[in-house]
Every structure is written in structure tokens, then in C-alpha cells.
């Protein structure tokens, strides 16, 4: 998808939202797999996600597209880091 987004075709990259969505949706479930008291400490970041992911399937420009990627790819590597500092590994 980004490669689409870097060569300007946004047709391509759209017809990859989904499965942007569908990586967003298995992570989502993975955090639910986390005991209670960790899955709540995720929960504002993967909340923050959601939103972003939603953002992405309403894009309607290149820059809006890009612009939402960019902010999702933050939000999972910030995540990321977050669940190996809540379940103590890295």
C-alpha cells in the first residue's frame, strides 16, 4: 500500500485498506487475549486506533491517505512498544 501511496495511485492503495483494517482487527483481538488489568492499560491506544483505522476507510485524498497512514503506523509502533513494556519483554 505505501509504495502505491509513494507512486501517486491511490486507486491501488485504497484497494489495500482492507486488509489495513484486517492486521488492525487480529491485533485488536490479541490485545482482548491479554489478561484484564493488561488489555485495560492498552485500551485508550488501541480506542485511538479504532479511530484512526476509520479515518483510513474514509480518506478521500492522497495527502488525507498518506496523512492517516503516517498516524496509524505512530499508534502501532507506540502500541507495540507499549505491550512489551506491559507484559515486561522486548
Known sequence: ???????????????????????????????????????QALR?????????????KRSQSLGALGANLDMLGTQVRTLSAQIGDTLKCS
Open 44 to 56: 485508550p491506544q488501541i480506542d485511538e486506533m479504532t479511530k484512526t483505522v476509520d479515518e483510513v
Open 1 to 39: 500500500m505505501i509504495s502505491s501511496l509513494r507512486s501517486g495511485n491511490l486507486g491501488e492503495a485504497k484497494t489495500h485498506v482492507s486488509d489495513v483494517s484486517q492486521a488492525f482487527t487480529e491485533l485488536a483481538k490479541s490485545a482482548q487475549d491479554l489478561k484484564a488489568e493488561e488489555s
